[in-house]
């Protein structure tokens, strides 16, 4: 995400809050290890530095994400489909 992205999120009401991956297992319920698969695998957001040793997720990013989820999940079960 970019300048110009968080400008435009927090031009649109989306709060700017950052969030460490202790609160981002609880969130989501998955591991710190396929949090990072994910990441690898392009399919959860990719996290911001901090600084030298920390890093976090944007709040919006992960909200997102969990609504994508559910989204998918819907449709896959109105469709017969319950992987």
Same mark, same amino acid.
């Given at each position: 995400? !970019?300048?110009?992205? #968080?400008?435009?999120?927090? !031009?649109?009401?989306? *709060?700017?809050? &950052? =969030?460490?991956? *202790?609160?981002?297992? !609880? *969130?989501?319920?998955? @591991?710190r @290890?396929? &949090?990072?698969?994910?990441?690898n695998? +392009?399919?959860?957001?990719?996290? &911001?530095? #901090? +600084?030298v /040793?920390?890093? +976090?997720? #944007?709040?919006?990013? &992960?909200?997102?994400?969990?609504a994508? /989820?559910? =989204?998918? @999940?819907?449709?896959?079960?109105?469709? +017969? /489909?319950?992987?």
């Amino acid at each position: 995400m !970019n300048t110009n992205d #968080l400008n435009k999120a927090h !031009n649109h009401g989306n *709060r700017l809050a &950052i =969030q460490r991956i *202790r609160v981002i297992k !609880n *969130r989501t319920g998955l @591991s710190r @290890s396929s &949090i990072y698969k994910k990441i690898n695998d +392009g399919t959860f957001p990719r996290q &911001i530095s #901090l +600084g030298v /040793r920390s890093v +976090g997720w #944007l709040e919006s990013d &992960i909200d997102d994400w969990i609504a994508t /989820r559910i =989204q998918v @999940s819907s449709i896959q079960v109105a469709g +017969g /489909r319950h992987d």
